[in-house]
């Protein structure tokens, strides 16, 4: 079984980063692709970056383009969401979620029903 456990998040100030982690337990990264999503209050949940398996293609929202980079700690097991120049707009709760070879459907790199096993979440809080 596969299991996620993010960590990371906090209170931030606007301009401010955040490097976000998920502990990831029971597969390795090449059966593995991973992303993080996140979900503000009252809103769907809105994918965010993705890295392929072995730390493969990346992907990242347009919302955070160019702020944000997702990386792959081998030795770790650890997935990391550096998030830099924090906006308010940024504030949610962040999920990771990886989507293992030959379990579930498909629907492409920013669907969330990609992806088969999630985290608990977390809370990520930037302030103006």
């Known amino acids: 079984q596969v299991q996620l456990v993010e960590s990371g998040g906090g209170l931030v100030q606007a301009g401010g980063s955040l490097r976000l982690s998920c502990a990831v337990s029971?597969?390795?990264?090449?059966?593995?692709?991973v992303g993080w999503f996140r979900q503000a209050p009252g809103k769907d949940r809105d994918f965010v970056a993705r890295?392929?398996?072995?730390?493969?293609?990346?992907y990242y929202a347009d919302s955070v383009k160019g702020r944000s980079t997702i990386s792959i700690n081998n030795a770790k097991n650890t997935v990391y969401l550096q998030m830099n120049s924090l906006k308010p707009e940024d504030t949610a709760v962040y999920y990771c979620?990886?989507?293992?070879?030959?379990?579930?459907?498909?629907?492409?790199?920013?669907?969330?029903?990609?992806?088969?096993?999630w985290g608990q979440g977390t809370q990520v809080t930037v302030s103006s």
């Open positions: 890295i392929g398996r072995s730390g493969g293609t990346t």
């Open positions: 029971g597969r390795t990264f090449d059966t593995l692709r």
């Open positions: 979620a990886a989507d293992e070879s030959g379990v579930g459907s498909y629907s492409g790199p920013t669907a969330y029903t990609s992806y088969d096993y």
